[in-house]
């Protein structure tokens, strides 16, 4: 960790922020975790209802006899 002369004005510097940019980028992954389960609940929730439509139309179909 030899900085030299210039290190002496610039390091703190230099690590308080590369500690700003880790804290940002821990922050933007669990946006992208937490934006990925409402995805995938939403997702799942759309399925299950598309699916009960499904289901109640064929229902009507069959009880008009059209299979």
């Known amino acids: 960790e030899s900085w030299g002369a ?6 703190q510097g230099y690590t308080n922020m ?10 933007m992954q669990e946006g992208c975790r937490q934006a990925g389960e409402k995805f995938s609940a939403a997702a799942r929730v759309y399925t ?20």
């Not at 210039?6 to 390091?11: H, R």
């Not at 590369?18 to 922050?27: A, M, Y």
């Open 48 to 67: 299950e209802t598309d699916d009960e439509i499904a289901g109640a139309f064929k229902s009507i179909a069959e009880r008009l006899g059209d299979d």
């Open 6 to 11: 210039v290190g002496l004005f610039t390091k």
């Open 18 to 27: 590369l500690g700003s940019l880790k804290g940002l980028l821990d922050q």
